[in-house]
């Protein structure tokens, strides 16, 4: 399955944007699908997952209350709404997808990634 993330550009701190993440090959019905992100000299973390039929999500802390994830397995996409945005969430976000788990918040656990958008978010 190929993953393609967009939606991603310069904002201003409590501002909202929506990221998608369209996937193409198969149907990803079957898939556990995530979002993690990267700062510039930072490790790639956790943002959220969703089971396969999204009656499951899961948060990091920071994201907690102000991001939601959710799929459209009907349009085979994906998406991360993010809302009242701070700078420390400024980062390349990138989607992913696994078969086979329940969730997981563990990037190594993902065999599909997308190839990132970015987000800046501005004070």
């Known amino acids: 399955v190929q993953l393609q993330a967009s939606g991603g550009g310069l904002v201003q701190a409590g501002d909202s944007l929506r990221l998608s993440c369209a996937a193409s090959?198969?149907?990803?019905?079957?898939?556990?699908m995530g979002w993690f992100r990267q700062a510039p000299g930072k490790e790639r973390e956790f943002v959220a997952t969703i089971n396969r039929n999204g009656a499951v999500t899961r948060y990091a802390d920071s994201v907690q209350g102000r991001f939601t994830i959710s799929r459209d397995n009907a349009k085979n996409t994906g998406y991360l709404q993010m809302n009242s945005l701070k700078p420390e969430d400024t980062a390349v976000y990138y989607c992913?997808?696994?078969?086979?788990?329940?969730?997981?918040?563990?990037?190594?656990?993902?065999?599909?990634w997308g190839q990132g958008t970015e987000v800046t978010v501005s004070s």
């Open positions: 992913a997808a696994v078969y086979g788990v329940p969730t997981s918040i563990d990037g190594a656990d993902y065999n599909y």
């Open positions: 090959g198969r149907s990803i019905r079957q898939y556990v």
